[in-house]
């Protein structure tokens, strides 16, 4: 168990509509990232949020946005869902970074989108 | 740009050694991971190493650096069937602070008994 919590494990919906994917941190990790993972695409990084700011975009589509809040923990919305969304969608936490391991990135257990 | 190399598929006997591949392409990267993802499961941290490391043991697993040629590799000593997985390496997308990992596309490992 990595310590970082995804909530729904699986998810289906037809396209056109919206959901929204939610993950909590590591107690004490700052920085929340967001990737996808297909099997054409392998593993894509979405975003990256570090104290409620967000700080780095990845290949995360205009349809897609995310946030994370004051108690850290963020979510992330898919909205005008297309047949080619369907995905496994990781949420992952790293250490502050004056934490030794360099940036150890420990990821939860995903949430498997399926878009019908 | 950013683009991390691994071979697709390995495929080894039981108890026989396995390793797996990678090339990355930020020679700053001070920190090479190994990922390893069990079926229906998500990413586990199976070891990093240092880039003023060359080599890193632990149990049966040994990772070798080479930084001249940006080549990474895992070896997995007497290989079980429980080792059969999707292995990926990473490397920071930045050099320092807390940034994404770039990801290969992953090998997978499959152990025949």
């Known amino acids: 168990d990595s310590g970082v919590t995804q909530t729904p494990k699986h998810l289906i919906t037809a396209t056109g509509q919206r959901v929204t994917l939610r993950c909590s941190p590591r107690?004490?990790?700052?920085?929340v990232y967001w990737y996808q993972q297909s099997l054409d695409q392998g593993l894509q990084f979405l975003i990256h949020?570090?104290?409620?700011?967000?700080?780095a975009k990845g290949n995360i589509l205009e349809r897609f946005s995310a946030q994370q809040f004051p108690d850290l923990h963020s979510e992330l919305n898919l909205s005008s869902l297309e047949l080619g969304d369907s995905a496994l969608y990781f949420c992952?936490?790293?250490?502050?970074?004056?934490?030794?391991?360099?940036?150890?990135?420990?990821f939860g257990e995903g949430s498997w989108l399926t878009v019908v | 740009g950013e683009d991390v190399e691994q071979s697709l598929f390995l495929s080894v006997r039981e108890g026989d050694s396995s390793v797996i591949n990678c090339t990355y392409t930020d020679s700053s990267s001070t920190y090479l991971y190994w990922y390893k993802q069990e079926p229906g499961a998500g990413l586990q941290l199976l070891t990093y190493i240092f880039s003023n490391m060359d080599m890193k043991q632990d149990q049966r697993l040994t990772v070798l650096l080479n930084k001249k040629d940006k080549h990474l590799s895992l070896r997995i000593a007497d290989t079980q069937t429980g080792d059969s997985a999707i292995y990926f390496c990473a490397e920071p997308h930045e050099v320092e602070g807390n940034t994404p990992l770039v990801f290969g596309k992953g090998t997978r490992l499959s152990v025949i008994a």
């Open positions: 992952a936490s790293s250490d502050p970074p004056e934490v030794g391991g360099g940036n150890t990135i420990y």
């Open positions: 949020y570090y104290n409620g700011e967000e700080r």
């Open positions: 107690s004490g990790d700052l920085s």
